[in-house]
């Protein structure tokens, strides 16, 4: 048996032992693009990445420029993985730029 077929083997058994709602997300994807065997990020690339340290420079100089550097944990965590997503090109939060510019233009709001 080739390497290729033991990993297809591999692959399909891993498949079949999943859940129903499981099978259908990777069904989605696409089962041909779905790597189950791809090693797991590592976290402290979220934290320190350049994209991050260069998310969290920005979101403290917004806060600090809006005058609402007092507000919540969850809303700076909110701003860092919209501006990390934005900075890595996260098609997520490139939909969510353009529908709040968007809604800005449609509501005749200047911000």
Not at 14 to 41: C, H, S, T, V
Request: include cysteine; charge should be neutral; glycine fraction near 8%.
């Amino acid at each position: 048996m080739t390497d290729n077929q033991e990993y297809e083997l591999r692959k399909k058994a891993i498949f079949d032992g999943m859940a129903k709602r499981g099978q259908e997300r990777i069904l989605r994807i696409g089962y041909d693009n779905w790597e189950p065997f791809e090693e797991p990020k590592d976290p402290r690339e979220r934290i320190f990445g350049s994209a991050s340290l260069k998310a969290s420079a920005l979101v403290r100089e917004y806060l600090h420029e809006a005058g609402i550097a007092g507000e919540s944990t969850a809303v700076q965590k909110e701003l860092f993985d919209l501006c990390r997503g934005v900075l890595q090109s996260d098609r997520r939060a490139e939909i969510i730029v353009a529908f709040c510019a968007w809604l800005v233009k449609k509501s005749g709001r200047s911000s």
